[in-house]
């Protein structure tokens, strides 16, 4: 029988009984259950409207749904449901302020009929927004409470004063100097009170800027880690494909092939150094700091830069005499020099200067007192970059370090470079500061922890073998698409591989299997991680090699962002050559 639309929505208007109600809608319609979500517009996803489920089946499939921006109108979806159930069919209306779902069952019912009740939309979007301001609601109410406690405090001392001055009126002299000194009391009073809330409302403004960029750091890492994954396939593959077509065969167009293997690698390429320069925000990108000579590190740059600044910018070097060692990742810091460099040749069409000077500094308490993220005082190693370009003014300063945040033209840039540098100086336990005006142009500052030892570390001679061998090797790797790729890299280079999806099913095979020489495993995995299988396996094969492989880790292998003392790491993703090399390497040593 037809329902009335205006009816079954009337029933949903009370909160606390709205989840009751919903589920008896959707017995009635014929379905299993009966969603509404609403679009949180700071995060672009769905997420369910108040007094519904909030806690959802989960799975790649139902982020899928959440993430996806769907056209208004009715569609049929399939999705898990419940929690671990199988895929069933769904019944979809998307409309302007929400999305209404039937789940399973054998539901006739035409979702576009929702459409004729908009109340319920703006019901559930109201208070959806009420709810988001009661924290707002808390702090207004705390601070109201501090201030009539203030005003008590206030009425308080003013009868005190009117005592006193009862009790002193016929010293009249006497009184007016008691008069006085309390105005002047008063007015001090007053000064103090006002320095504190402002010393308040600086300190909670410094607290809400350094939670919002800790929100996107992880978000940045945890998107990272999967994007990895897939880059990992993704070159693998390609690279598989370049290999294949190197072998002459008639009945294959090799030279187009090849044309978009290449293409393709290159878009692969771009994409791992988007996700690195994710990572570097997010402080999640492993580092191996040393110490080292930054004017050595510098003059060998030289010529690199000067070819990436072109020839209408001219280079200079101001060294200082006596410079301490820093201690950073080298790699990581030439990456963060080559960043500063191109955004000072893009703010300078017209050409200009660019100076490269370093120093040693010591950061004291009233300067780190002052910061928005905790920075220890000390000595430092400065790294300034100062060009002669267009300048910036304070808005833009104040977003420069933002992910995606960029003042080029669309296809000119990322918005990652800055935010890398940021994220790897922070990472590195050191300091960065931008000075900036509109026509006077920028230098950025890098402050790098002073390293103690006398001298740099010497740069590792890393071999580019990439020779197989014989060895056998146990492969564990949740992912499947990657555990294929990497078996198959390693079976191709004449090695013996076992493998497994998890940490115990690896532990089982290196108990039954004396001859396995090396384990390549996953940091991230089901159960045990890559560590503790590691940790494990060492204690009754203390021969084993080991080799970890991650896209985004924290505390298993990496603290503090650097890497564990005696960890060898190859990171998503990788291509043939860099596996061969690391496996030959360790397998070597």
């Not at 749904?65 to 399939?78: Q, S, T, W």
């Not at 918005?415 to 050191?430: A, C, H, K, T």
């Not at 940091?523 to 009754?540: C, Q, W, Y």
């Amino acid at each position: 029988m037809p329902h009335d639309i205006h009816e079954l929505f009337s029933r949903l208007a009370a909160p606390e009984s709205r989840a009751a109600e919903a589920e008896r809608i959707a017995h009635e319609l014929g379905a299993e259950a009966f969603l509404v979500f609403l679009r949180d517009e700071a995060i672009d996803v769905l997420t369910p409207a108040p007094g519904f489920p909030q806690t959802l089946p989960g799975g790649p499939d139902w982020r899928d749904f959440l993430k996806k921006r769907h056209d208004f109108g009715a569609m049929e979806i399939r999705l898990p449901f419940p929690r671990g159930g199988k895929p069933k069919d769904s019944r979809v209306l998307v409309v302007r302020d929400a999305v209404f779902m039937l789940i399973g069952a054998e539901t006739q019912f035409p979702v576009e009929t929702f459409a004729q009740a908009p109340l319920l939309p703006a019901l559930l979007q109201a208070e959806a927004e009420q709810l988001a301001s009661r924290g707002l609601v808390r702090v207004a109410r705390e601070a109201t409470d501090r201030a009539t406690a203030l005003a008590a405090s206030l009425d308080k001392a003013r009868v005190e004063v009117r005592r006193k001055a009862g009790e002193l009126s016929q010293a009249l002299e006497k009184a007016d100097r008691l008069n006085d000194d309390l105005r002047a009391l008063n007015e001090t009073l007053e000064q103090r009170v006002s320095a504190e809330i402002r010393e308040r409302m600086q300190a909670e403004e410094s607290l809400r800027q350094a939670q919002k960029m800790e929100a996107v750091g992880q978000l940045t890492g945890g998107v990272a880690h999967d994007f990895n994954n897939l880059l990992t396939v993704i070159m693998g593959g390609l690279d598989s494909v370049r290999r294949e077509t190197e072998k002459d065969r008639g009945d294959l167009d090799l030279a187009r092939l090849r044309r978009m293997v290449a293409l393709a690698s290159q878009g692969a390429e771009r994409a791992a150094t988007l996700t690195s320069r994710l990572l570097a925000f997010a402080r999640r990108k492993p580092l191996a700091p040393k110490s080292i000579d930054l004017n050595k590190l510098i003059a060998g740059l030289s010529d690199l830069l000067q070819r990436t600044l072109g020839e209408t910018v001219a280079l200079e070097n101001v060294s200082a005499a006596g410079l301490w060692l820093a201690h950073a990742d080298p790699a990581e810091l030439e990456s963060a020099l080559m960043n500063l460099a191109i955004n000072a040749r893009d703010a300078m069409p017209d050409g200009g200067r660019l100076t490269i000077e370093s120093a040693n500094v010591s950061l004291d308490e009233n300067y780190v007192s002052a910061l928005v993220e905790p920075v220890p005082p000390g000595q430092y190693v400065m790294l300034a970059v100062s060009d002669t370009g267009q300048g910036m003014d304070k808005e833009t300063i104040d977003r420069v370090f933002e992910p995606f945040f960029t003042t080029k033209e669309a296809g000119k840039g990322t918005g990652l470079g800055l935010s890398q540098v940021y994220g790897f100086v922070r990472q590195s336990g050191g300091h960065i500061r931008i000075y900036s005006e509109p026509g006077a142009g920028t230098t950025v500052k890098l402050y790098l922890p002073r390293d103690h030892r006398v001298e740099a570390a010497d740069e590792e001679q890393v071999s580019d073998r990439a020779d197989g061998g014989s060895e056998t090797i146990l492969v564990i790797e949740d992912h499947e698409g990657l555990r294929e790729y990497s078996v198959g890299v390693l079976r191709e280079l004449g090695y013996r591989v076992l493998e497994a999806e998890d940490g115990q099913t690896g532990l089982s095979i290196l108990r039954k299997r004396p001859d396995v020489d090396l384990l390549f495993t996953d940091v991230v995995l089901p159960g045990l991680n890559g560590r503790k299988v590691a940790d494990e396996a060492l204690e009754f094969r203390p021969d084993i090699k080991v080799l970890f492989t991650t896209g985004y880790t924290r505390n298993a292998i990496v603290h503090n962002g650097r890497l564990d003392e005696g960890v060898s790491l190859i990171t998503k993703p990788f291509t043939f050559d860099a596996l061969a090399s690391m496996v030959r390497k360790l397998l070597d040593s």
